[in-house]
């Protein structure tokens, strides 16, 4: 099957070189047949031959070959965008989508299921997590719609091939319209502040593009992350900022690539799927599994931190404002212009807390961050990770692991008490026009632990991201903000890496989806102990570790304008919730009224800036890239960093590097996937439900009379 279908190779290796994209249509229809025939027979079963084997178990199985491929196809469509594979991602997409979505619709099959989940016989022989698996299986179906009269069921078919499609556009206009602004710098002067990396890699990027030369260089600037960013912060000209920050917020907005009516329709599409699956709105649909349980209860805990956080603002706004007017000369304080709030702001930070952000750059080079987490995670976790070499292509050693560019690496990752391996991953780091923006893990394989407590079946992993590159063939050397993005990724993928449960898919992230940031936000706590800095915060020249006076002052910022930035969390969580909730009820709202709408949405949410804040709707893949993603869940980052916040204050009890602790975040949190409840996990690590004591004192809040309650009780 693999030099015939090399996208359905079942090697555990990806042999990247062989993935023609010419094969992939034919490779992708011969993955679909196979599924079909084994759903078919499933299907056809009596009464007699229904078992937990012949159903729950062969329903695992069945998209075997397709998942496997399409999880590759949509990691090469993220990472190595191309008009060639455009064109066919867009072709199979549809009948992709019409599969995985048509499973749960399909009648006979429901009725084979729900023979399966009334025969208390059956179900009495079988282990918890067997019998849970039952339970969710029958709530798959009943979520997608199986109840429902045949028209329904088409109509919902209808519904997710459309979503997929217009899901699929709008990440395409996004990566478009992105790729297609530059700003090239010609006066040094406007620089001037720029850390001497950053304008060096800026420098070489213009001449790759053809713009300056080494005797006369010019410096250019993107919209990707690395360069967006410090461009913002460091830049002198308030008018070039001003304009970098109009062509980032036009991404989406303009044509060929506007995004209006996409989301008009997404999230109308959303609500009517909702209201066929008897909800009020898709919020509730998208929840009822979830901890939160409904819309109303997150947009509640929402509302809840916006108070807690709310004090804190003013401040912190008054305090920049008041800075700048000092700084300017001027008589009175006024509104700062949003393109102006990250260079004032990283002037404060130096100013009065006597940081320069990039001061931490040079203890950061990203071989020397991987080396260190990989420490850590040993010591804590007892997990053993070891680098294989890469190769581009076919030709190479032959134990050299296929990559799919040369900035790609691999590693496999070992249990150190069993010597067992429990899966690998590849990363991919440093920003390209063919990538997708942000830092993501992803898995190429899912897992799963036999009965005998070794791993059965292997998973494979993917981080991704897009960090600092390094200059002149230097090492990349990170921000503190880029540190922690590695270690949250990393997260994820220990989540997915280390399950232990023996239903593929109850294992690893399989969790619900506003629990499944705890493993990655916890992560982050270790880039702010000195303890586990000392495993990899050394001076890419010295080999020194961070002075004692900056790692103080270090600290010291950590909640530097932190208010700000959770109430930036919050407006993006209840903008997500609103819209869903509100708005694609109203069938008076359209595309037209999307600003104005979330800009109600959002009053109590944004700082009084002089021009008002424009909606990054247009470009936040978060809610719009995929037929969920983050849809009607984005309240899940601050939800989970309440619950990851007092997890970490046990560790912050007992060491930060104590292997007990580290074993039994590892055996409750990462190894139970869903096989139980998500609070049930928490409870067994924690010896109790978390409150929100922990985040409020790691944030720089007040303790309020709630606080000490459980939280998500």
Not at 146 to 153: C, K, Q, S, T
Request: with cysteine; charged share 25%; net charge negative.
């Amino acid at each position: 099957m693999t030099e015939k279908h090399p996208f359905l190779s079942d090697r555990y290796e990806v042999a990247w070189s062989s993935l023609d994209v010419q094969r992939l249509q034919n490779d992708i229809e011969h993955a679909l047949e196979l599924a079909e025939s084994r759903v078919r027979h499933i299907e056809q079963l009596s009464t007699e031959q229904v078992s937990y084997e012949s159903v729950a178990h062969a329903l695992e199985g069945c998209s075997e070959e397709l998942d496997r491929a399409w999880s590759i196809v949509e990691h090469l469509n993220n990472v190595m965008d191309a008009p060639d594979l455009r064109k066919a991602y867009g072709e199979v997409l549809p009948k992709v989508t019409a599969f995985y979505s048509g499973i749960c619709l399909r009648e006979k099959l429901w009725t084979v299921v729900r023979q399966l989940a009334k025969n208390q016989t059956e179900l009495t022989r079988l282990d918890p997590v067997r019998r849970r698996h039952v339970e969710e299986l029958l709530k798959d179906f009943q979520e997608c719609g199986a109840d429902l009269p045949e028209a329904g069921r088409k109509r919902i078919a209808e519904i997710d091939h459309e979503l997929a499609t217009l899901t699929q556009k709008f990440s395409e206009n996004v990566l478009d319209a992105t790729n297609d602004w530059e700003m090239i710098i010609e006066d040094a002067a406007v620089l001037s502040e720029m850390p001497d990396v950053l304008r060096e890699i800026a420098r070489e990027n213009a001449l790759r593009k053809g713009h300056g030369t080494e005797a006369q260089p010019k410096w250019r600037f993107t919209l990707h992350a690395p360069s967006w960013g410090p461009f913002m912060k460091f830049v002198n000209d308030a008018a070039l900022r001003k304009a970098a920050w109009q062509a980032a917020n036009a991404v989406g907005r303009t044509d060929p690539w506007s995004n209006g009516c996409l989301i008009a329709k997404i999230l109308s599409l959303r609500h009517e799927k909702a209201t066929l699956l008897g909800f009020a709105n898709f919020a509730d649909h998208i929840l009822q599994r979830r901890m939160a349980k409904n819309g109303t209860n997150a947009r509640a805990f929402v509302q809840r931190m916006r108070e807690a956080v709310t004090r804190t603002v003013p401040g912190e706004v008054k305090e920049l404002e008041q800075f700048r007017a000092q700084q300017l000369g001027l008589d009175n304080p006024e509104p700062l212009e949003p393109w102006d709030v990250a260079f004032w702001s990283e002037k404060l930070l130096k100013a009065h807390y006597a940081f320069d952000e990039e001061s931490l750059r040079p203890f950061f080079p990203i071989n020397q961050v991987i080396s260190g987490l990989f420490e850590l995670v040993e010591r804590v976790f007892g997990l053993r990770v070891v680098e294989r070499a890469v190769k581009v292509g076919s030709e190479g050693p032959a134990d050299a692991v296929e990559v799919w560019t040369e900035s790609v690496q691999f590693y496999e990752i070992f249990d150190t008490d069993s010597g067992h391996k429990l899966g690998a991953f590849y990363t991919d780091w440093f920003p390209r026009e063919s990538k997708r923006s942000g830092a993501w893990m992803d898995t190429l394989r899912s897992g799963c632990f036999g009965e005998n407590g070794e791993p059965n079946e292997l998973p494979l992993g993917i981080m991704c991201g897009n960090m600092t590159p390094g200059s002149r063939g230097k090492a990349a050397l990170l921000t503190h903000d880029e540190v922690e993005t590695v270690f949250h990724e990393f997260g994820h993928l220990l989540h997915e890496l280390c399950g232990e449960v023996h239903v593929k898919s109850l294992n690893g992230i399989s969790v619900p989806w506003d629990f499944v940031e705890v493993p990655s936000q916890i992560m982050e706590n270790w880039c702010w102990q000195r303890e586990s800095l000392n495993l990899f915060a050394r001076h890419h020249e010295t080999g020194e570790g961070i002075p004692e006076d900056l790692f103080e002052r270090m600290c010291k910022t950590r909640n530097f304008q932190k208010g700000l930035f959770i109430l930036r969390q919050l407006s993006f969580g209840i903008m997500d919730l609103d819209l869903h909730i509100d708005f694609a009820s109203d069938p008076e709202l359209g595309e037209h009224d999307l600003d104005a709408f979330v800009k109600r949405s959002t009053e109590q949410y944004r700082p009084a800036w002089k021009s008002p804040s424009i909606p990054l709707l247009h470009r936040f893949g978060h809610l719009f890239s995929g037929a969920v993603a983050y849809a009607a869940g984005y309240y899940s980052y601050q939800w989970s960093e309440v619950i990851e916040a007092d997890a970490f204050s046990r560790f912050l009890e007992t060491g930060v590097l104590n292997p007990e602790t580290g074993r039994a975040f590892r055996r409750e949190i990462l190894a139970a996937g869903n096989r139980r409840e998500p609070m049930e996990s928490y409870v067994a690590f924690r010896g109790r439900k978390p409150t929100l004591e922990a985040y409020l004192a790691r944030s720089g809040m007040e303790a309020t009379p709630e606080s000490a309650e459980a939280f998500g009780a």
